[in-house]
């Protein structure tokens, strides 16, 4: 009697609210892969249940093997907004979550479009107060390495640790289109599943990197 060795079949499902823009992306990791992006400002806190429903369909819930949120840095009530919806739902359905970096995401899309083992690539984007939110990766046949933690810091502050690189990191800058790397956080979460990672949906935490007030 041959053994059945066919794959579990897998479905997951990505969030992205860090930016302006709502992003969500979908696949089965065999052939069927969609994502979609909304332009809703003040009404994503109004509008993402119903967007979500309609956007999983025809499947439900109970079909996801996990989920992946972006989880930061960026603005600070819309990150707060997915992750909470993220953390309820996977408790919810008792299946893992992903919490992405979504400088991590921006890395990846660079990698995407350009790929190049051993490079790094340092991602920017803007933060309050004219700083900056940074990180710097390396990308490994392992997928992502984190050389530089994802921090707050002032255009001088990351010059000079761009500099302190022996060879000058591609650069990728994060803009409004936030949204669309909702397709790399996907990505990174099943990269992350396929290594045997099950992270609870308790860990996943929203990274704000600043104050959003003045103190």
């Known amino acids: 009697m041959s053994l059945n060795t066919q794959p579990e079949p897998m479905l997951a499902l990505a969030i992205h609210t860090c930016g302006p823009d709502l992003g969500l992306a979908l696949s ?27 956007f999983v369909a025809p499947y439900t819930w109970q079909d996801f093997s996990f989920l992946a949120v972006a989880q930061g840095p960026g603005g600070f009530t819309g990150t707060r907004i997915g992750v909470v919806t993220a953390r309820t739902l996977a408790q919810q359905l008792e299946i ?6 979504s400088l991590a995401a921006v890395a990846q899309q660079a990698l995407d479009q350009s790929p190049a083992e051993g490079s790094a690539i340092a991602v920017e984007m803007q933060a309050q107060r004219g700083q900056l939110f940074t990180a710097i990766y390396k990308a ?76």
């Open 140 to 215: 490994t046949a392992n997928g992502l390495e984190l050389t530089h933690p994802d921090q707050v810091l002032t255009s001088e502050a990351w010059e000079s640790a761009l500099a302190s690189y022996p060879e000058a990191p591609h650069r990728a800058i994060a803009g409004d289109d936030l949204a669309e790397t909702v397709v790399q956080v996907l990505d990174l979460a099943h990269r992350g599943w396929m290594a045997g990672d099950r992270p609870d949906w308790s860990t996943v935490l929203p990274y704000y990197g600043q104050h959003p007030v003045d103190r």
């Open 96 to 101: 893992p979550l992903f919490g992405v970096s």
């Open 28 to 54: 089965n990791f065999d052939g069927e892969t969609r994502h979609q992006t909304w332009a809703l400002g003040r009404d994503l806190s109004t509008k993402l249940h119903s967007l979500l429903v309609g």
